[in-house]
């Protein structure tokens, strides 16, 4: 080959590369880089044992009933995932509907907004986002309605993303990022003037004691809103497809269990609160909030490719590989739970925590 034929040779390798990683890029541009990519908290060297051992939290279902065991394997879950997520869909670690006209984006910050709008807050009221993943939701809600917001999350890992990203966008004084279990708070009785939580309780193995813990943190007459995931009126325990949608979702988002739609209310009023709206945001007039994971397919195709090599190289945690393609599966899943209508996670549930207990 003379050196004319491997420049040029050179020189449209370089250019698909950079077609490749960055025109098509990830779904979210800003955040997390592909180098960067990492087990959390975890180790680089053991990535691969806490996925095998992720795994293994399903080989006995039964474990992950008992709620010792659950919040270890959704913080195991959050170490392997949080920075995929980021570096892949961005800071908001939730769906919202498809919006015509508006990007992803702007979508997803409307479906935020929307959730504080309801709660009804005041600028300098102290809230609680109860499950804040990096705080992308707590940043926006910060921003659009001047309240104090305090964050809580099972994993370490993701408070310190939070705490970075909330000095970065200059809302470190308006932003607070506790580690700790959602289903025993370290606030003190009535001390909130509103709660929200946005696809996040669904980890709770139950949402009793989960909603329990949020009422006895809020303060008397204050309202709580939950974009809760759940099994809607179209599964059918008897579809062995449905069957499958829905376990192949609970595996991939270290979910003990998904709920039907019909327990929330009931589950929140058997707590105390009075419940004043209940509402399935995914259903039409609502654009499909899947279609967002469906135009990513060829990005996550590139995506794996970039993974598997950082890999090999050593730059990336060897166990990355496994969970990106569990992840990737997942999203198929989703799309289908979505698609077929058995499944929402945008289930909204507003409630207010009375006045006074007789008022119930
Ligand atoms: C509420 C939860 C998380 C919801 C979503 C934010 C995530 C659910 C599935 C995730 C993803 C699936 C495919 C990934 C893709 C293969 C990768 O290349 C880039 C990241 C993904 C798009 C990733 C992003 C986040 C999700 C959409 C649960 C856990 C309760
Ligand atoms: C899918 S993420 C959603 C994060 C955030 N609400 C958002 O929309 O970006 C779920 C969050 O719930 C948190 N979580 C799950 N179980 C928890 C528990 N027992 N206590 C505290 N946080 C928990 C996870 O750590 C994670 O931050």
């Known amino acids: 080959m003379d050196s004319l034929t491997l420049f040029c ?10 077609w490749f990683v960055c025109v098509l890029g990830p779904a979210e541009q800003r955040g997390k880089r592909a180098v960067d990519l990492s087990g959390g908290s975890i180790s680089a060297e053991k990535v691969q044992d806490k996925y095998d051992q992720y795994w293994s939290f399903f080989r006995r279902p039964k474990e992950i009933e008992t709620a010792e065991k659950v919040p270890d394997f959704v913080d195991t879950f959050y170490n392997l995932v949080t920075d995929i997520y980021e570096w892949g869909w961005g800071q908001s670690f939730h769906f ?3 919006i015509p006209g508006k990007s992803h984006r ?29 705080g992308g939701p707590m940043r926006a809600i910060a921003a659009h309605s001047r309240a104090k917001v305090v964050g809580i999350t099972i994993n370490e890992y993701q408070v310190n993303r939070a705490k970075s990203h909330n000095k970065k966008a200059g809302l470190d004084s308006l932003c607070e990022v506790v580690c700790g279990n959602f289903l025993e708070m370290p606030f003190p009785d009535n001390s909130f003037d509103g709660a929200y939580s946005i696809e996040a309780t669904c980890h709770a193995p139950n949402l009793e004691e989960v909603y ?15 974009y809760e995931w759940v099994t809607t009126d179209k599964y059918k325990a008897e579809d062995p497809e449905h069957v499958d949608v829905i376990q192949g979702i609970e595996r991939g988002d270290a979910l003990p269990g998904l709920r039907n739609f ?17 509402l399935d945001l995914a259903r039409p007039p609502a654009q499909p909030w899947w279609t967002r994971l469906k135009m990513g397919r060829l990005a996550y195709w590139r995506n794996h490719i970039v993974i598997i090599v950082l890999a090999a190289l050593g730059i990336a945690p060897k166990g990355t590989v496994d969970v990106h393609e569990m992840l990737f599966k997942t999203a ?15 289930h909204m549930i507003l409630c207010r925590k009375p006045e006074s207990p007789t008022s119930s």
Not at 112 to 134: F, H, Q, S, T
Not at 332 to 346: A, H, K, N, Q, V
């Open 9 to 18: 040779t050179g020189a449209v390798l370089a250019a698909g590369l950079y």
């Open 96 to 98: 919202s509907p498809a």
């Open 106 to 134: 702007d979508a997803t910050r409307l479906h935020e907004e929307m959730a504080v709008d309801l709660i009804k807050v005041k600028p300098g009221d102290r809230i609680l986002d109860a499950g804040c993943g990096v």
């Open 212 to 226: 329990a813990e949020i009422f006895r943190v809020m303060k008397p007459g204050s309202l709580y809103v939950s």
């Open 262 to 278: 019909s327990d929330i209310a009931e589950t929140a009023r058997k707590v105390g609160f009075e419940v004043v709206k209940e």
């Open 332 to 346: 198929d899943y989703l799309t289908r739970g979505g698609e077929s209508g058995i499944f929402s996670p945008m």
